[in-house]
């Protein structure tokens, strides 16, 4: 985490864009430790507060783009065909997908808004939202929502720890992030192990 640190000291507000935009697209890098940072370093007066934020929603925004126009190209029709393929390690079969395509259809754009503030899916919830051509206006606006609470939650409270606040950031915020990865990874394990192709 020290090198996250250190991105954000030297680059400042592109170092926190730069962050956040990769932390999208490979969620590794997690945006619970990023923007907490960045709160921290705008506690120090190495960032503004405001620019800190400008900053983590821009890269984020931009990552969430980016997997929405990739889902959007894939399009439903060759998912389908992969989902015939490989279902099995998706858990899901033909028959699966379409409810959810459905379901999505109907409820996406608080799914998205919501699912912006998730550990886990808040960047895979651009994909879905690709697939089902959710308009491009209703896609940016329940993103900014979500996304605009997610980045300014993390980094006031990076900000409000001030300089001292690394230590508290590593002792609650990862393990909180480690508990919702785990609970999502034995949902996977059950629905693996139980799951029937639909007759």
């Given at each position: 985490m020290n090198w996250i640190g250190e991105v954000i000291a030297q680059g400042g507000i592109a170092g926190i864009f730069a962050?956040?935009?990769?932390?999208?697209?490979?969620?590794?890098?997690?945006?619970?430790?990023?923007?907490?940072?960045?709160?921290i370093a705008a506690a120090k007066g190495q960032v503004t507060l405001?620019?800190?934020v400008a900053a983590g929603l821009a890269g984020s925004m931009a990552g969430n783009i980016l997997l929405y126009v990739v889902a959007r190209r894939l399009g439903t029709a060759r998912l389908e065909a992969w989902v015939d393929r490989?279902?099995?390690?998706?858990?899901?079969?033909?028959?699966?997908?379409?409810?959810v395509r459905r379901w999505f259809v109907r409820h996406g754009g608080w799914a998205v808004g919501l699912g912006r503030c998730v550990p886990g899916i808040r960047s895979l919830i651009?994909?879905?939202a690709g697939l089902v051509d959710m308009r491009w206006s209703r896609f940016l606006l329940w993103s900014t929502l979500g996304t605009g609470v997610w980045t300014s939650g993390l980094t006031l409270a990076?900000?409000?720890?001030?300089?001292?606040?690394?230590?508290?950031?590593?002792?609650?915020?990862?393990?909180?992030?480690?508990?919702?990865?785990?609970?999502?990874?034995?949902?996977?394990?059950?629905?693996?192990?139980?799951?029937r192709r639909a007759r």
């Open positions: 962050l956040t935009l990769v932390e999208t697209v490979f969620p590794p890098i997690p945006s619970e430790v990023v923007m907490p940072l960045a709160g405001a620019g800190a490989h279902g099995r390690w998706l858990t899901l079969d033909s028959a699966a997908l379409d409810r651009s994909v879905p990076g900000y409000s720890l001030g300089s001292a606040g690394l230590p508290a950031v590593e002792r609650w915020l990862g393990p909180v992030s480690n508990a919702l990865i785990v609970i999502a990874a034995a949902i996977y394990v059950v629905r693996l192990v139980t799951w």
